[in-house]
């Protein structure tokens, strides 16, 4: 089973800053399938990014990810007050696996 | 417009069984394989079933493998998770989420549906 580590586990930001969300995999994570996904209390997660850098459907293009083999990265480059919420990284290329997430929350 | 829409949830005790659904709107549903995913209180996600698009092949994580079964009614686009043998562990919200192929990322969930194993 393929481990994903996220850090760090809350982020402290205040709306207009950037973003920048680690996702560490205890090994290479095949042919970039990895993703990520907003969650927020009461509603059901949300695709922001796959295949480590191409945004979903209707995902702004504040949102980017890059990365590749055991390193990964979400980068909100503003932030909205709508983007203060916990993401979760996946790998999907084996038996699905999520990170622990991190909570970016409000300064 | 796409819908995933669980049902099923509810209080149990330990040992008991439940099914929950997925019933599917908006889409080509014997085109996608569906997963579910679960959420214990104050946790991150977990994995925790595949069904492939035509039902012909399942995966479940190996803390529910023997436990829940996973099938699907493409005459009906509905999936079910039939849980047996409850724990207090499988607490939590289950989602249904569908996916292009068996290992591709979770493009549309549901809302959820909470399983609450307590005596």
């Known amino acids: 089973e393929i481990v994903l580590t996220q850090s760090p586990g809350t982020l402290s930001l205040s709306p207009g800053e950037r973003a920048t969300l680690s996702c560490r995999a205890s090994q290479s994570v095949s042919s970039g399938n990895l993703a990520w996904y907003q969650s927020k209390p009461g509603q059901a997660p949300r695709l922001i990014i796959y295949g480590a850098s191409s945004r979903a459907t209707g995902i702004p293009d504040r949102f980017s990810g890059s990365g590749s083999g055991t390193d990964f990265t979400l980068t909100i480059s503003r932030l909205e007050p709508e983007d203060f919420a916990v993401y979760y990284c996946q790998q999907y290329g084996s038996s699905p696996t999520f990170g622990g997430g991190t909570k970016v929350e409000i300064k | 417009q796409v819908q995933l829409v669980e049902s099923g949830g509810g209080v149990v005790q330990p040992g008991r069984s439940l099914r929950l659904s997925c019933a599917a709107s908006?889409?080509?549903?014997?085109?996608?394989?569906i997963h579910w995913v679960r959420q214990a209180p104050g946790k991150g996600l977990e994995w925790v079933a595949l069904?492939?698009?035509?039902?012909?092949?399942?995966y479940y994580a190996d803390s529910v493998k023997g436990r829940f079964t996973f099938s699907r009614d493409n005459s009906k686009n509905t999936v079910y998770l039939q849980m047996n043998g409850l724990r207090a562990e499988d607490t939590a919200v289950y989602y249904c989420?569908?996916?292009?192929?068996?290992?591709?990322?979770?493009?549309?969930w549901g809302q959820g549906t909470l399983v609450t194993v307590s005596s």
């Open positions: 989420a569908r996916s292009r192929g068996y290992l591709g990322p979770f493009d549309f």
């Open positions: 908006g889409f080509i549903f014997n085109t996608y394989a």
């Open positions: 069904i492939s698009y035509d039902g012909s092949n399942k």
